[in-house]
């Protein structure tokens, strides 16, 4: 009698595919948190409340990217490297290095609808200098005076 055959050996089950994570690019401390928060690639302060006393700090370096702001102007203020900014006038574009802080504070009267600011990381490092080529004179015609022996073509 013939041996039997044996069975085909199952095809390994593939190992699951992890679920995309975010990581926070940005921590938060402070007094009076009240509506900061951080998200993924994202700080904010949306609704904001009164007397706010948030500290976000970056963990990579990278471009800012405003996704809304409309503060107090002057008042409520949110500051990147020393800049301030308030009303409309928003840090859209700001660069920003690994472990910086921004601050937002807020005082006890008015708000208003607050910002959204996200993060492009990557390299932030100041562009290499660029050279320009060395400057080539051209030198001018003379034009001649029509009174002048010569052609008398004036240009």
């Known amino acids: 009698t013939p041996a039997p055959t044996p069975a085909p050996t199952p095809a390994p089950t593939p190992a699951p595919t992890p679920?995309?994570?975010?990581?926070?690019?940005?921590?938060l401390t402070g007094s009076n948190t009240g509506q900061c928060s951080v998200s993924g690639l994202c700080f904010s302060s949306q609704g904001y409340t009164h007397n706010e006393d948030c500290i976000f700090t970056a963990s990579?370096?990278?471009?800012l990217n405003v996704?809304?702001?409309?503060?107090?102007?002057?008042?409520?203020?949110?500051?990147?490297?020393?800049?301030e900014y308030s009303g409309t006038n928003a840090p859209d574009g700001v660069?920003?290095?690994?472990g910086q802080n921004i601050?937002?504070?807020?005082?006890e009267s008015t708000t208003f609808t607050g910002f959204k600011i996200c993060i492009t990381p990557?390299?932030?490092?100041?562009?290499?200098?660029t050279t320009s080529p060395p400057s080539t004179t051209t030198p001018l015609l003379e034009a001649e005076d029509a009174s002048s022996e010569g052609?008398?073509?004036?240009i």
Do not use: H, K
Not at 60 to 63: K, P, V
Not at 95 to 98: C, D, G, H, W
Not at 122 to 129: E, H, I, K, W, Y
């Open 151 to 154: 052609s008398g073509t004036a």
């Open 19 to 27: 679920a995309p994570t975010t990581s926070l690019l940005f921590s």
């Open 95 to 98: 660069r920003i290095q690994a």
């Open 60 to 63: 990579e370096s990278g471009i």
């Open 67 to 83: 996704i809304e702001f409309q503060t107090e102007e002057y008042i409520d203020v949110l500051t990147v490297g020393g800049n």
């Open 103 to 107: 601050t937002w504070t807020s005082d």
């Open 122 to 129: 990557g390299q932030v490092s100041a562009p290499a200098p």
